[in-house]
């Protein structure tokens, strides 16, 4: 974990304001007990998290791709190639949103802004540690043209179902299974 105390406060507060200005719908979704505090949150966003990002082109159009998210300081950071479409893209329009889903009734969800990060702040040196302990190598051995990124949020939500809601959804897919399995083995055997 790399946050602060005070940048926990500051990821609470604006894990707060988020939900605040949800919609009614997904505050339907992320009820209170399901939602995740800041605490919970650093701590389940650990190591490698496959990011989905959305950009846009000149043209206004939606593009989506994925990118291995960081999450430090209660921002998320990636490195892409400096001339990927999403580089030149976020360059245009810095606009994004990122979304991570990692597995049913889990997901984190992100607006905010990119921006890159210059070599030699502390931000671009922490995130180049990070990177060489979690890879074993540095972004730069990839290629000669590597943007390294951070996403300021600006909006920021995250929810996971209970362990019980979770059980629940396993029984049923269990049950499921089965009544397909009997109902398959009982067309079968009126075929024969």
Partial sequence: MYESTE???????LLDR????????????MTPPRRLDARRLVDELT??????????????EP??????????????NFATAGSSPKARQLRAHPGVSAAYTPRD???VFCHGTAHSLERGSAAFDELWEHWVATYGQ???SLGDDIAYLQI?????????????????????RAARTDRGRAESTGVEQSLE
């Fill in 152 to 172: 300021e949020p600006s909006w920021l939500v995250a929810f996971a179902m209970t362990e019980q809601e979770m059980a629940e959804i396993e029984a049923d």
């Fill in 7 to 13: 940048e926990l406060q500051g990821l609470q507060q």
């Fill in 18 to 29: 988020s939900f605040e200005t949800a919609s009614e719908h997904l505050r339907s979704i």
């Fill in 63 to 76: 593009r989506i791709s994925a990118v291995d998210g960081h999450f430090l300081h209660g921002r998320w």
């Fill in 105 to 107: 009734g889990f997901g």
């Fill in 47 to 60: 190591g490698i998290c496959v990011l989905n990002l959305a950009t846009v082109t000149r043209q206004g």
């Fill in 138 to 140: 540095s972004p730069d």
